[in-house]
């Protein structure tokens, strides 16, 4: 009899439910996103946020258990995200979580967010009849963190996904997270909210466009494996000043979006070879840095895979780059699909089955927790 875990995720802006079997066979994945009543204001807005979940919670968790054709009282376990994350958010998970649990008489399993991403790339490997070897270096690459774990096992030959694994920071930004300096740059550019998607899709539309200016490689005293990016995105705010002449395609492209053309085929138009010339520069010194610093950290630290995760894994160039590095360095490379990249409950529920397995559970004293730390 296999087990089966409903994941609820509420850290950020998705209402998200799923139940996985064995902590690696995803019987349904439900995401509700909220970026339709953010975008406005071109970030997430904490208030709205929580107030959002609040509403699409329970259809959420039902439509995901009608999807695995299951009732609620055959899930064994409930796991939900504890942290970290915005804590008006994370209540809302964690208090319906709570309630389940509770009723149903069935373990209640607390999860760290970014331990979910992790379990993310193993979901996905698991598709393909692969596990990553272990111990890995894993880039966790979002709006909300770039940072690098390695992950080890217990027994580090031991691929069973109900082996509990232990984590160490080995680097983090020091200001802004990659996706940040996406969303800040798209801001800048007047190409709307969230940045990343669309900045990808330009920057692989930019052809033989030349870069209009030059972004070196970014500099960082002390740890070699901690990045900066809000540098970048500041030197592209000083080169738009200089230049005047980007002003008139900015506020053309925020006109369009202001009418609801937020389109990539409607925004690609109003580019200019320069400025997609701009786009790119900025996402090959994004994509350069994340792949230099991860895999330096890979080779040092002997670690035969790498495993990147997070909203900004998605990216195209950043997938190409580290396939380009695994095949001149034989490191093995993992992601997880786009779908399983950005936030979703499938990897909250299959982090919680090895604590669902060890007894790492919560009662209903657990609490939200907005910088839970998981190394
Ligand atoms: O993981 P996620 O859904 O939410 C958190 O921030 O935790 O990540 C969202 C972030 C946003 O900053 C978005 O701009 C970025 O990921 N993103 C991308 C791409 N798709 C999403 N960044 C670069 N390229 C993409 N294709
Ligand atoms: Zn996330």
């Not at 996402?283 to 002997?302: C, I, Y």
Request: net charge neutral; with cysteine; glycine share 8%.
């Amino acid at each position: 009899m296999s087990v089966r875990i409903l994941g609820i995720e509420s850290s950020c802006d998705e209402t998200a439910a799923a139940v996985v079997a064995d902590g690696r066979e995803i019987l349904s994945s439900v995401v509700a996103s909220q970026i339709d009543i953010h975008r406005k204001y071109g970030g997430v807005v904490p208030e709205l946020a929580s107030r959002e979940h609040l509403r699409r919670i329970v259809p959420v968790v039902r439509e995901a258990l009608a999807s695995a054709k299951l009732d609620l009282r055959e899930v064994d376990a409930i796991g939900v995200t504890q942290g970290p994350g915005l804590v008006g958010s994370l209540l809302v998970g964690i208090t319906y979580g709570k309630t389940l649990a509770e009723t149903l008489a069935k373990p209640l399993v607390p999860v760290n967010h970014l331990e979910g991403h992790i379990h993310a790339v193993f979901l996905e490997a698991h598709k393909s009849g692969a596990a990553p070897a272990l111990p890995a270096v894993c880039l966790i690459v979002s709006g909300g963190h770039t940072v690098l774990y390695n992950v080890h096992s217990r027994d580090d030959a031991n691929r069973d996904a109900a082996a509990l694994w232990s984590y160490g920071k080995i680097g983090q930004t020091r200001d802004d997270a990659a996706g940040e300096a996406y969303d800040k740059v798209a801001k800048l550019l007047g190409l709307g909210y969230p940045g990343g998607p669309v900045l990808d899709r330009l920057a692989a539309a930019a052809g033989d466009a030349p870069p209009p200016v030059k972004f070196g490689r970014t500099k960082i005293k002390g740890n070699a494996y901690d990045f900066s990016f809000s540098g970048l995105k500041t030197a592209v705010l000083y080169h738009l000043r200089e230049n005047p002449d980007y002003l008139e395609e900015i506020e053309a492209r925020e006109a369009a979006i202001a009418r609801g053309q937020r389109k990539f085929e409607q925004l690609l138009p109003l580019c200019s070879r320069k400025t997609l010339g701009l786009v790119r520069e900025f996402q090959n010194a994004v994509v350069r840095q994340l792949v230099e610093r991860t895999s330096k950290a890979a080779a040092e630290l002997g670690t035969p895979s790498i495993l990147v995760s997070g909203g900004v894994a998605a990216n195209r160039q950043l997938r190409a780059a580290f396939e380009q590095c695994s095949a001149a360095t034989g490191l093995q490379v993992y992601f997880p699909s786009p779908a399983l990249s950005t936030d979703n409950a499938a990897m909250i529920a299959a982090a919680a089955y090895p604590r669902l397995k060890n007894h790492v559970l919560a009662d209903v004293r657990l609490n939200a927790s907005a910088s839970l730390p998981l190394a």
